[in-house]
Structures are given as C-alpha cells and as structure tokens.
C-alpha cells in the first residue's frame, strides 16, 4: 500500500486501487462530536444523533508513512494515521491527538458504476451501493418497510417495525467490484454510506482502532481472504446429512407428531424442541421459560427419549439464550456469585423481556462467561444428550447496563454476539464435541465467524414479502456468506404471524424448495403454532415437504464436496452469481438467486401465485433445467414451469456431478 504525494495532498492507493484521495480543498477525513440518544425497547433501538461537531481535517502532511491531519496549516494535529503494509493487504491505524473527538467520517474513494456487498447480513439488499446502512446489531423488525400496513402497525403496538438495514448481524465490513475489502476494526455504532457517485463514506461514532484493506485479483480470492481473517467454521456434523431438523413444540405430542412426519416419507436428522424447558403465555404468544434445564412436566422422561432417537439416527436439540427469568432456578445461582451486568446502584439490572424480566450475565466477566459455559450449556444442555440448539438473542445486550470489564455498554453492545457465540463454542470444545454439535444464531458481529458453525436467517414474516418474506433469505444467505459466514439456512415457513399474518399452504411449501437447496433444512412452527399451518397438518403439504427431504439427502454427495471447500478454502455453501461468473456484470445485483456451490444455480419461487418462473442464466456456460433436461445458453433470461416440487434449478453442463443431478428427476 503506497501513500503517493501531490501537490495539495495525498493519494492512498493499495494494488493500483485508490482507496483515500485527499486535496484540501476536498478533505477525506472529517472529525468531530455527537451526543446520540439510544432507545431500547425489547431489542429495538431508536437511533438519533445531535452533531456538534464536523469540521473538515483539510491540512495534512505525510512523512514517511505517517499521515498528521489539521484544520489549518497552523492548527496542531488532531488526528494521526498510520500506513502499513503490503500490495495485497494493508492497514491504516488511528491515533486521535484529541481527545475530544468521538465521531469520524473517511471518505472512500468511489467509481461510477462500483457494487458493493457485505455489512454482516444484509437481508433488504444485496448490493449496498446507493443506499445508506447503519451497523447496529438489533431486532431486525416485522415487516421493515415503512410503506407498509404490516410496519405500521408494529410500529404503533411496539416499536418494532424495523427498516430496511436493520439485521441481527451487522458487521462494519464491504467487498467492492473493484476487487478489495475494507473493515473497520471498531465495536461502536458506525454507518456505511453508499449513496455518492464518487465516495462511500464511513461513519464511526469512536476513533476507530484501525481500517483493514484487503485486495485480491479475483473475487473468490477476496473471499477467501475474508475467511482467513474472520474465521472458518467446522465442517458439518455428519448426523445433518440424514434430513430435515423438525422443529416441533408441543411437549410429549412432539415425539408422536414426529413419528407421522417420519411415516410420511420425510428423512429426518433431528428433533428440534424449543420448548424442552417448558413454556410461558404472554400475549405475543407462547414464549420459553428462560431457565435453561429440562422440563420433566412438558418432557417426562426426556434423557431416555433422547438417547432412543440417536439410535434411530435422529439427534435432539434444544434452545438457549444468555438470559435468566427471575424466576427460574438459576437465577439466584448467579445473583449469589455476582454473574449479571448492573445498574447504576450496583443491583442486578433487570430486563423487561415482555411480561417477564430477566437477568444479563455478564460476559465481561471470565467468571461468569466460564460458569454459563460450563454450568449451564455444558452439564444441562451437552451432558444430557442435546446434539445442538438455537443460541438466541445474543443481539439484546441493554445499553444502560454496567459492566464487569468498565466499558461502555453502548461499545460493547455490537460485541455481544461474538461474546456470545464464544461461551456456546467452549461449552461444545470442553466436551471434544466441535464438529458434532450444531448450535444456530441469528445474532453476529466480526468475529462471529470463529465461534459460531451455522447462521440462521432470524425471524421472517410467514409471507412472500419483499423486506421481510422469503426472499429476504437469500439476500442473508449471499451477504454473510462473503464474510466468513461459510453455512446459512433458515426457518422453512418463516416465523413471525402478527396482525392475522398468517402461513399458506403456498408458502410453507415455497420455503420447503428452496430448503432443500440449502447446508441445513430446519421446519419452525413459529411464534403462534395454532394459528398457523404446520408441515404435518395437511396432506399435500407434508407429502411435498417429504419429498424435499429426499431431495436434500440425494444431494448430499455434493453438499459434502462444497463443506470440504468451506474448510480449505473459505467459500460459502450459497454464493452469488458473480463469484464464478465475474466476467458477467449482470450477475453483481442479483438476489433474488444464488449458487448452491459452483455447479447449481438455484432460483426459488419468492412470489405467491406463480406457476412459472423467470431467472437469469449467467455467462460463460451451459446451463441445464433439472427437472426437464431442457439445456440453455448463459447470458440471457430464461422462464421455465415451476410447479410444487420443481423449483428452478440448474446445472452446468460437464460438471463431474452431473449424473448426481440428473437423478433428481426421478426423486
């Protein structure tokens, strides 16, 4: 990375890209001050900042490979960068000369024509260029689209109706068309703004440690960059490989309700019970009791179920997140040892989880990060025989809470899902276990890639919307994927029903085609199992859902060729067109499709009432409809028949598993 001089400034420029272009008159550094107000209401923020402050950094001299900026000529530094490394990567570290400062803007240079992608998991868009994206980990929202009634109503009875760029994993880091990377190497709230022709700019409200630049001549090179520096996961457990994690909460019923759904033909994995610890009613709707052990009223005899399932191949998972019910078991447990971030009076802080409180463990602490670890997910959870669980809620760290370690809860709140996902990774490797157990999160952050073995899309709407339904999965699926995030999947029907929102038939079978298609097939019954349709409950819908198990484990062949490519080299499960296809530029907005490995291209049905299907064929190969053999040429829009059961699939011609594929058609 060479810093190159001119007369009235500087040039940052990493492997011929320009990447900071500073003339005084046309400043890259903008510091100053802002008082936010931050709002919290059950995982939802309202965001607001007062600018004091943003005063151009016009002045800056370089020597050697320090840069000091100034106002003025004759103004002392305010702000010093230090330039290092190489033509691949480089990094440009911060040191504030004053001490005042807590908001910073860096202006990026841009090209007319650039895409970018990234910012953790990004579920609205895909492409971020032209829009403006904060990076604060939180409820994602119902509906997140302000034009809507869905939205609207939220909003008015909770504060929930979320926004576009609201997402579980934010994570302050892009790819760009130009072929680098860039991250920030913060915790604080910042902001990426794309919306300029010819600079992105970056909001931090901290100094920022430092910003990472990574630059590699092709993109699945950038993309395995980004895995070398964030983390890769385990391969997948192989008991995963056997079908469909079925998610059932109905106490003792759900061993019998999966008997019928296994009868049906449905090749099955798991049992996933949300409910192992027994159940609340609020008026959200039927909520966990957050004491984390097994509940022998709802499950009797549930250790001796567990281990009948496994040898039968199936294993059992549970949930669990990093919140105490006061009124649970292990709530005093932790008090008595000091476990919980506090309030300002030093007493445990309590949390208003909706018509129930809770307690934060404090992750800061060693001590209480180690007994959550070992107490809870190891003895309760591991050594009673779960095989996995949904790891929640790692997104509601309050910002008003004390905090073992002295630092602000507003800077750690970005950090708590990595915290978060580290405790659950513990508790597996303790037990020699990484590899065989799977736990699920929705909530991430850099670093979230080390600890955590499979994302899952969060709460969607159980309907084809387009900011909150099915295809909002896809785009979660392709953004994290470029960052680490090697195996994503989802709810199969969606999760959240409010407002008589409520799952068709259509849907779930929808959402079962494009499961198939992904590293993990996993069914939800929801926040309202009776008032919406389950798998199991009509005919034509489990004997679809069946059939796209059957699907899944045909391609298990493959699958296990693309989590062998996950682990030497990085690369996601599902990856955008463009990552093989880069010579195509239509492939760089796509999102509504995606690449299962390198050899399949799948669009799935994301609108309701369609029984044909259009898609675009990248470039530079031959593609070949699955479900008809019909071959097309690439570059160009195809429409094909999509029944039930065919989605849009295809296969490049010549790819050495093109047998493998051609035999879904007798599935």
Known sequence: MKIQTTSDGFDLVLDGRPILRHRSDAPCLFVGQGDARMD????????????????PLAHAVVSGSEIAFSTVPSQKPRLTLRVSGDERNGTVAFQANDAAINRLWMRIAAEEGEHVWGGGEQMSYFDMRGRRFPLWTSEPGVGRDKTTEIT?????????????????????????????ALHV??????????????????????????????ARPTFIALVEAMADR??????????????????????????????????????VSGLWCEDWVGLRHTSFGARLFWDWKANDDRYPALRQRIAELEDRGIRFLGYVNPYLAVDGSLFPEAEAAGYFATDESGKTALVDFGEFDCGVVDFTNPEAAAWFSERVIGQNMIDFGLSGWMADFGEYLP????????????????????L???????????????????????????????????LWAGDQSVDFTRHDGLVTVISGALSSGLLGNAYHHSDIGGYTSLFGNVRTT??????????????????HEGNRPRDNLQIDQDPQVLA?????????????????????????QGLPVQRPLFLHFEDDARTYAIQDAYLYGADLLVAPVSQAEKTEWSTYLPAGAEWVHVWTAETFSGGRDVTVPAPFGQPPVFYRAGSQFEELFAGLRTI
């Not at 996902?421 to 276990?433: D, F, H, L, Q, T």
């Open 185 to 214: 190497e913060t915790t604080a709230y910042s902001a990426f703004d794309f919306r300029r022709d010819s600079f992105h700019e970056i909001e931090i409200w901290a100094v920022p440690e430092r910003i990472e630049l990574t």
């Open 420 to 454: 978060w996902a580290e405790v659950n990774a513990r508790a597996v490797e303790s037990r020699g276990k990484t590899g065989e157990i799977l736990f699920f999160m929705r909530a991430g952050f850099t670093g979230v890639q080390k600890h955590c073995p499979l």
């Open 544 to 568: 679809h859902f069946a059939r796209m198990t059957q699907v899944y484990v045909h391609l298990v062949p493959y699958l296990k060729s693309l989590v062998a490519e996950a682990s030497t």
């Open 230 to 267: 964030f983390g890769r996961q385990p391969p997948l457990p192989e008991w995963v490989y056997g079908g469909a994690i079925i998610g059932l909460k109905d106490g003792a019923n759900s061993f019998e309700r999966l008997e019928r759904i296994v009868a049906a033909g449905t090749r």
């Open 40 to 55: 919290m209401y059950r995982g939802n923020f309202d965001i607001e900042d007062y600018v004091i402050e943003r005063t």
């Open 399 to 418: 910002i008003d809470v004390k905090l073992a370690n002295g630092i602000d809860a507003k800077v750690m709140h970005n950090a708590w899902p990595t």
């Open 152 to 180: 609207f109503k939220a909003d008015v009875t909770g504060k929930s109706g979320g926004d576009y760029w609201n997402t579980n994993y934010p994570q302050p880091t892009y790819l760009s068309s130009r072929r680098y």
């Open 506 to 523: 259509e849907l779930i079978m929808r959402w079962a085609e494009m499961g198939a298609f992904t590293p993990v097939m996993r069914t």
